[in-house]
């Protein structure tokens, strides 16, 4: 644990928090992409099989749980407790393309051919592009609510600081991830563009426009 890591999981957190505030709030999940949220619900739910096996820390057990609870829960929000207001319409990425793809490619580069450590590895590799659906869908829609761009930007964070958690490791302990370093950089390149769109528009106070 560094404070690279233990911002990054903050950050992680109040992506989801912010998520789930706009939903209830609102009592609707428009602009928001229910593929994304399941493939992240799977991330969770692969990764953190360990659970049930490996005790690291009171703090790694109750994140861990947070973050498969809440993920779960939004997925219900979704697709349960307010359909009506789903974008069916424009949430239509090939999810099942990302799945089959992350699944393939933990089966040719892995740390291990075990259960848990495919399983990991598929986790890894899906996180770096769960958040393609949603992207998807603001760039059909044109525009996202001030709150979901604040989510957005939360989440980008968690994996950039991630990065720098990396590297801290790499010269502090000596101790690296190809692997996840590797798709946690992917992922942070995914949020470029939402990035400087987020500085240039969000912070004036201004509902995010996209160019369709």
């Known amino acids: 644990m560094n404070i690279f890591r233990l911002i990054g999981d903050l950050s992680h957190l109040a992506a989801i928090l912010l998520l789930l505030l706009k939903i209830w709030r609102s009592r609707s999940v428009s602009g928001i992409s229910g593929k994304s949220q399941l493939l992240f619900a799977g991330v969770f739910l692969t990764r953190y099989l360990d659970l049930f096996f490996v005790f690291v820390s009171l703090y790694n057990t109750v ?7 809440t993920s779960c829960l939004t997925c219900y929000l979704i697709y349960r407790r307010f359909p009506a207001t789903r974008d069916s319409n424009q949430d239509t990425f ?3 393309i990302l799945v089959i793809a992350s699944a393939g490619l933990a089966c040719l580069i892995n740390h291990e051919f075990s259960p848990l450590e495919l399983l990991w590895t598929f986790s890894i590799y ?8 949603q992207l998807f869908l603001i760039s059909k829609t044109g525009e996202a609510e001030t709150i979901t761009s604040h989510y957005l930007f939360a989440l980008g964070s968690y994996r950039a600081l991630y990065i720098l958690n990396w590297i801290y490791r790499l010269v502090v302990e000596g ?7 590797a798709a946690g950089c992917l992922q942070t390149a995914l949020y470029a ?3 400087y769109l987020y500085v240039t528009i969000v912070l004036k106070g201004r509902a995010m426009s996209l160019p369709a």
Do not use: N
Not at 63 to 69: G, S
């Open 63 to 69: 994140m861990k749980l947070v973050f498969i609870a």
């Open 94 to 96: 090939r999810a099942e």
């Open 126 to 133: 899906l996180e770096s592009v769960a958040i393609l659906p």
């Open 175 to 181: 101790q690296y991830d190809v692997i996840a370093i």
């Open 193 to 195: 563009d939402f990035f």
